[in-house]
């Protein structure tokens, strides 16, 4: 007898490690570096914590208050306990189930108007049920238990990450949209000091009138550019007042010039890191996991249950004499359905189209990840060099403008020459400002897709 159930349990164990045998591994493949040189580096932007990336304290300030309060992240959250408490759940199958049942049942009955006839039956018993997990059903249901878990914690990871970088994106913009502003205030007060200067030399009759005319209009080109800024900007605060879980309010920021973001070197690390780092790429791995559990729960299933049960008490026809009277039951229970006309067969096998369905997205999220990684390498690349051309393009604007001034005055000039000479410098001035947004914004995009801003920890 011993021996016949060792050969079943040996049996069921070679049964259940087949179960996802037909389970296809997913190809991965990763490139053979992230940099767009020869050499590679063991370091990564992405290793370091947002708190350690920015040194702008107003906005790890505007972080940490959208990582406590922001719904999406409370969302989140509530989901992660949600889940634990399911899997906390489904690991108890794995136990005996334990249960007290107590009763009193008083029955009277009388047959052809005879005297009545009283019936008592006390009991008081503990019973205990235990399924013997021979083919690995109920431990595929925890492992998918458990994955499902795991999942909810990446999807709070992904939430985190993409939070900071929506908010550090939403500030660089309105730090931005400050600077712009300041250049068209400073250009309104240099475009009014010309129609002043452009007035009296109209009224003095050193010149026509058009001079006069032309800067009036460049003046109100440039005042009508302030209602729209003013908007931006109130628009961008409200954008990051909600995704930091507050009402409207207004964001103290700081300026542009202020080194927010550590740009000094560009490290990428190597490529198996970003599949360690992303949370989309690992919850994809613990979806193909779950479809996996899934595979051997529905193979599992096609095979007999085993049910262990027993029951220890008390029973007696009356209440005095129970405790005089114990009872004991012990069974063991074989379940199996004959015919099922091939319903199991047909759950197993979508079971594993299912699977392969979850090992192609997993694919998919790879090849994803990687391409916004190589995208944010070049993208970052070419704002900085972007950034450095502007730089001279504004420096080389405030130049001309001089001399356009200087040539004006002396008469070797149309004052149309020295208007078209600051329109370039104050173009010069906001595509430099944006420049350098643009290559901040570039930053947090590369931080965010080589799995920046979170931790398997964290």
Excluded at 8 to 26: D, T, Y
Excluded at 367 to 376: G, K, S, Y
Excluded at 404 to 429: C, K, M, P, T
Aim: net charge negative; charged share 25%; proline share 2%.
């Amino acid at each position: 007898m011993l021996r016949n159930i060792i050969y079943i349990i040996i049996a069921a164990a070679i049964v259940s490690s087949c179960a996802a045998s037909k389970c296809i591994e997913p190809e991965i493949r990763c490139p053979e570096r992230l940099l767009h040189n020869e050499a590679d580096d063991s370091l990564c932007i992405a290793d370091l914590s947002w708190m350690e990336l920015i040194g702008d304290t107003l906005l790890t300030d505007l972080i940490n208050k959208a990582l406590t309060y922001n719904k999406d992240m409370l969302v989140a959250c509530a989901r992660i306990r949600e889940y634990e408490k399911l899997y906390k759940v489904s690991r108890k199958d794995l136990f005996p189930s334990v249960g007290f049942d107590a009763y009193l049942d008083r029955e009277t009955n009388s047959r052809n108007g005879d005297n009545y006839v009283e019936d008592i039956e006390v009991s008081a018993k503990l019973t205990l049920s235990w399924e013997l997990d021979f083919f690995g059903r109920i431990r595929w249901a925890n492992r998918k238990a458990v994955s499902e878990y795991l999942q909810t914690i990446e999807a709070r990871r992904a939430v985190q990450m993409t939070l900071i970088s929506d908010i550090a994106t939403a500030y660089f913009e309105l730090v931005a949209l400050d600077r712009e502003m300041n250049i068209v205030q400073s250009t309104i007060a240099i475009r009014q000091e010309n129609v002043k200067q452009a007035k009296l030399r109209f009224e003095g009759g050193l010149v026509s009138e058009i001079p006069y005319q032309q800067a009036q209009v460049e003046l109100a080109k440039t005042a009508s550019m302030l209602p729209d800024l003013k908007l931006k900007i109130k628009q961008k605060e409200n954008e990051i007042s909600f995704l930091t879980g507050s009402l409207p309010c207004v964001v103290s920021r700081s300026t542009i010039e202020s080194e927010i973001l550590r740009l000094d070197t560009l490290f990428t690390g190597v490529p198996s890191d970003v599949l360690k780092r992303r949370p989309d790429v690992r919850e994809a791995e613990y979806a193909l996991q779950e479809a996996m559990a899934d595979v051997g729960y529905y193979w599992a299933d096609r095979f007999p249950r085993f049910v262990i049960g027993l029951e220890g008490g008390l029973e007696n026809n009356a209440l005095k004499g129970a405790l005089k009277a114990p009872l004991t039951y012990m069974i063991g229970e074989l379940s199996s359905p004959i015919f099922s006309f091939g319903q199991k067969k047909a759950r197993y096998e979508a079971s594993l189209e299912a699977y392969d369905a979850a090992r192609f997205k997993y694919e998919e999220k790879i090849l994803h990840a990687f391409r916004e990684v190589d995208d944010a390498i070049a993208a970052y690349i070419a704002e900085t060099e972007n950034t450095a051309l502007m730089q001279t393009l504004k420096a080389a604007s405030e130049k001309y403008v001089e001399l356009a001034r200087f040539q004006y005055l002396n008469g070797q000039i149309e004052y149309i020459d020295v208007l078209d000479a600051q329109r370039s410098h104050f173009n010069a001035e906001i595509d430099y400002s944006n420049a350098v947004r643009d290559r901040y914004l570039a930053l947090i995009v590369l931080y965010k897709a080589l799995g920046g801003g979170t931790s398997a920890t964290s």
